[in-house]
């Protein structure tokens, strides 16, 4: 029985390459009591692999977070595979904007405490008693009310290229920072406010709508689907786009683009730029936002010192890794001090005084 990769990523892309046939990249989320996680972890690598699936899959207790591309050819197979499974028949699926036959090259399906950290441990808290899910068109009526306040659930560096005009956009690494923050923050206004929140998918912001509902915000609602389902719906509506930018993704695209709005700066030169890449230096591997500029000017790398060190030869390069582990530079996710141009700390507060709020 296999439960496991046989190819390296590498062979898969080849394969992908060979077979030229069109994939769709596919992401959709579930919560919902799973007892046995292991079990169903399993079955699902076993029917997934059967057809095709490539992807990143979390399971936990209290739910599924899946992102993968599965054969065009093979879409009906797996929706229906997936209506098979009780709470996953007729599940929402966010179908990317813009596809990539290599946005995976794996099959991953793993067991999680959680499949969004939260740093949680109340036994009180029901993440089942969620928001109001609103569609694109009450979304915008929503954020021009004066009473509202636009949250951006996401992290820095998604919100830093791409976000709602007038969201408030917590500078946060990780959504557990978020929760508390905003909790603090909008305090006063949790009955004469009403809190909209908007994440890449949705799954995020149920999560926290269910937790500041939990918390004592009398009015929270979310955005249905997320930013991929909001694009799909003012496309086919007709309806005024209101996101700013590009919408960061999970996968080797990095992002999908939504508006001709260039809103971030490389940061090294500080020229407008929204594309993220990683340090070729593979021992630093930081995560940054960089110009076509710089990254001839700097052969893909973050600083003078990674080009040094990744015009090494190889095995020079492995040796120097030997026992230092991984850089902490690679969690900051844009953050290091030798980024002259890094997006600067914002206090929540200073978005929200701009608004008047």
Same mark, same amino acid.
């Given at each position: 029985?296999?439960l ?6 590498k062979?898969?892309a080849?394969?992908?390459e ?7 990249t ?8 799973i ?23 979390y399971?936990a ?19 229906n595979?997936?209506?098979?499974i009780?709470f996953?028949?007729n599940v929402r ?7 990539d ?15 969004v950290?939260?740093g949680l ?11 109001v ?21 996401r ?8 976000h709602?005009k007038n969201?408030?956009?917590p500078?946060?690494?990780?959504f ?10 909008l ?6 406010k ?24 009398k ?8 930013? =991929? #389902?909001?694009?799909?719906?003012i !496309?086919?509506?007709g @309806? ?6 590009? /919408?960061?993704? +999970?996968d080797e695209r990095?992002?999908?683009r939504?508006?001709?709005?260039v ?5 090294q ?20 936002i960089?110009c076509?500029?710089c990254?001839e000017?700097?052969?893909?790398c ?6 040094? =060190? #990744?015009?090494?030869?190889?095995? !020079?390069?492995?040796a @120097? ?6 850089s /902490?530079?690679? +969690? ?26």
């Amino acid at each position: 029985m296999q439960l496991y990769n046989n190819l390296s990523a590498k062979e898969r892309a080849e394969l992908i390459e060979q077979a030229g046939k069109e994939r769709l990249t596919i992401s959709f989320y579930k919560y919902a009591k799973i007892n046995n996680t292991e079990i169903f972890r399993n079955h699902l690598f076993l029917a997934w692999d059967e057809l095709d699936v490539l992807g990143r899959i979390y399971v936990a207790n209290e739910g599924i977070n899946a992102q993968l591309s599965v054969p065009a050819e093979n879409f009906e197979p797996f929706k229906n595979h997936l209506d098979t499974i009780s709470f996953l028949e007729n599940v929402r699926l966010n179908i990317a904007i813009e596809h990539d036959n290599f946005a995976f090259l794996k099959l991953k399906v793993k067991v999680r405490n959680k499949i969004v950290a939260d740093g949680l441990n109340d036994a009180s808290f029901d993440v089942t008693n969620k928001g109001v899910h609103v569609n694109a068109e009450k979304f915008n009526e929503l954020i021009e009310d004066p009473n509202t306040v636009l949250v951006d659930m996401r992290n820095h560096y998604e919100s830093e290229i791409g976000h709602f005009k007038n969201a408030v956009t917590p500078d946060v690494d990780t959504f557990r920072e978020s929760l508390d923050l905003i909790e603090e923050d909008l305090r006063e206004h949790k009955e004469d406010k009403k809190l909209v929140m908007y994440c890449t998918g949705g799954i995020r912001c149920e999560k926290a709508s269910a937790y500041y509902k939990h918390k004592g915000f009398k009015n929270v609602f979310q955005l249905e689907g997320g930013i =991929i #389902n909001y694009v799909r719906q003012i !496309e086919a509506e007709g @309806l005024e786009n209101k996101f700013l930018g590009k /919408n960061f993704v +999970f996968d080797e695209r990095r992002s999908e683009r939504i508006s001709d709005d260039v809103i971030a700066n490389c940061h090294q030169c500080g020229e407008p730029a929204d594309l993220h890449t990683n340090c070729a230096n593979e021992a630093c591997h930081l995560l940054f936002i960089q110009c076509d500029s710089c990254k001839e000017k700097m052969e893909n790398c973050c600083s003078s010192t990674c080009m040094e =060190i #990744n015009r090494l030869p190889y095995e !020079e390069q492995k040796a @120097l890794r030997k026992g230092q582990g991984n850089s /902490n530079d690679i +969690f900051k996710k844009g953050r290091a001090d030798h980024l002259p141009f890094k997006k600067d700390l914002r206090n929540i507060f200073e978005t929200m005084k701009s608004n008047n709020i």
